[in-house]
């Protein structure tokens, strides 16, 4: 049986160290962003090519997360969280070296896997932590998701412009070695360890699933959606996910334990998660591109891809500051009560940005509103997870619910570029979105974060006394593999 690990002695530079480093990790999600219209010109491929520069990343980060939060439980959680720094050194250090677009696809794909450090991060803070500071930090900790995309666009837009861009990716490599620095002179080894044997069979079973789905999601938009291309690979991900399901329910060790996550707590809240990703991802999209269009349009800007960028600072500021806001609600009236508050403020948020989005500082309002809402979920989700599962699998479970958040912004962007794309007018002698096209985005969102407040409604109430309780620590029944290793 597991035993039991003091508290370290210095908490605050423990929830600091793995803050900084999902602030790190989820700027590398973003990076790109401003440069992507750019590479196809400064590698001499294709537009379609350019685009598995988001599209790699976004299926490394969501095969590696769940499989990796299951490693870092069943073999030690910093040792994990190491190599994923690990990989996100490598990639960066790949993109910084070459203009070769496969090298640079390859790099983005590791930057990508380094996803996993977010819920690794969070079940550390579960281990090590005094009860009355978990929630707090696992909120700021879940909170750097947006934190880190909210930063990471003014800050590469401004490398884009004003420096040669490899530059990002060096900077990134030696923010990602000072990370690993840091993680060994701040965090301690866990002790904590999940019985079992690796699930393989499973571990690949999830990654063919997930690949097959986003696929479909991040490519259906330019095979067609009703292409026997992206049918045939909807159709793939569901018979692999059938096959997939069907063996996780029969391993005695499984990858994703289907039975755990289909208690209803656990289901509906990474529903939650992915519908509350689907809305706050719209926010960035439609700000960083509703600013810069011409003022030919009737509505656009006009800024400059820095402009708007930094349109987007204020709410990463907000995201920080309500994160340990959301924690005291949390411990006063439970993550759901506080899920649900923040869905509510993201659906008012696009209300206000519906009628108000004629004047740049009543856009970037409207989106701090949405942040604020994200800021407050995103600190939420992770308490409401932990409650319903074993200690022992609190990275797997993490994982899978970062990975719904994951989904969710996929949706979103296929979503978005498909409205964009389709509601247009001529203007300039080009296709341009109407005003009409973003306020549509805007109304989607807002139903997703109402229909995300309903699924928050119906999580079953807590049947622990105190609020702050973060749940069950039953674990699998032991087996004779070893469940601790020794400092």
Known sequence: MATPIPPPAAPRPLVAVLAFCGVVVAVMQTLVVPLLPHIPELTGSSPAAASWLITVTLLAGAVCTPVLGRV??????????LASLGLLVVGSALCGASSHIGVLITGRAFQGAALAVLPLGISIMRDELPPERVLRSI??????????????LPVAALVVQYADWHTMFWVSAGLGLLDIALVLLFVPPSALRSPGRFDVLGTLGLTAFLVALLMAVTQGGAWGWTSARTLGVLGAALLVG????????????????????????VLLANLAALLIGFSFYANNLATAQMVQEPTSTGYGLGASIVVSGLCLLPAGISMVALSPVSARISTTYGPKV????????????????????????MIIAGAAVVASGTAIAYSALPALVMRAVPVTETGAANGLNTLMRSIGQALCS?????????????VDGRQAPTLHAYLLVF?????????ALLVTLAVPGDRKS???????????????????EAR
């Open 72 to 81: 870092g439980d069943m073999y030690g959680k910093r040792r994990v969280l």
């Open 443 to 451: 109304l989607i969102a807002a139903a997703t974060a109402v229909l």
């Open 242 to 265: 059938l096959c997939w399901g069907a063996w996780e329910l029969r391993v005695p060790s499984p990858m994703v334990d289907l039975r755990v996550s289909a208690r209803p707590r």
């Open 139 to 152: 909120g700021l900790m879940s909170s750097t998701l947006g934190i880190g995309a909210a930063v990471g």
């Open 466 to 484: 105190t609020p702050d309780t973060l749940g069950p620590v039953e674990a699998r029944p032991p087996e004779p593999s070893a469940v601790q």
């Open 338 to 361: 506080t899920l649900a508050l923040a869905a509510g403020i993201i659906a008012v948020g696009y209300v206000v940005r519906f009628f108000t989005s004629h004047q740049l500082w």
């Open 414 to 426: 296929a979503v978005v570029a498909a409205v964009l794309t389709r509601v247009t007018f001529t």
